[in-house]
């Protein structure tokens, strides 16, 4: 079994930023993609960015320059730091990892809300 838990969702002015965790437990040997994805009201689930075991990161076009996300490989978790947050940054965000042993696995966390607005 693996469990994602994920934290630091809330509201938040325009301008602001917003710091998200998600840290993966159980049988998560061979951790491999470590990433971010979310969902507006209406909109297909679209990814934020993701990093390799190695640390190399991808973004979204919408957000880059303002979002960054890093990895604990030590502590299995995920950080996805976001800064001048806009409106159209609300969403249900989900933490999401990729798992390469004897094939491949993805797991999702459970989403956690970010809404932008004053």
């Known amino acids: 079994q693996v469990q994602l838990v994920e934290s630091g969702g809330g509201l938040v002015q325009p301008g602001g930023s917003l710091r998200l965790s998600c840290a993966a437990s159980g049988s998560i040997d061979g951790i491999s993609v470590m990433g971010w994805y979310r969902q507006a009201p209406g909109n297909q689930r679209e990814l934020v960015a993701h990093?390799?075991?190695?640390?190399?990161?991808n973004y979204a076009d919408s957000v880059k320059s303002r979002f960054t996300i890093s990895r604990d490989n030590a502590k299995n978790t995920v950080y996805l730091q976001m800064n001048s947050l806009k409106p159209e940054d609300t969403a249900v965000y989900y933490c999401n990892i990729i798992i390469q042993r004897r094939g491949v696995y993805t797991y999702w966390g459970q989403g956690t809300q970010v809404t932008v607005s004053s």
């Open positions: 990093i390799s075991s190695g640390g190399m990161a």
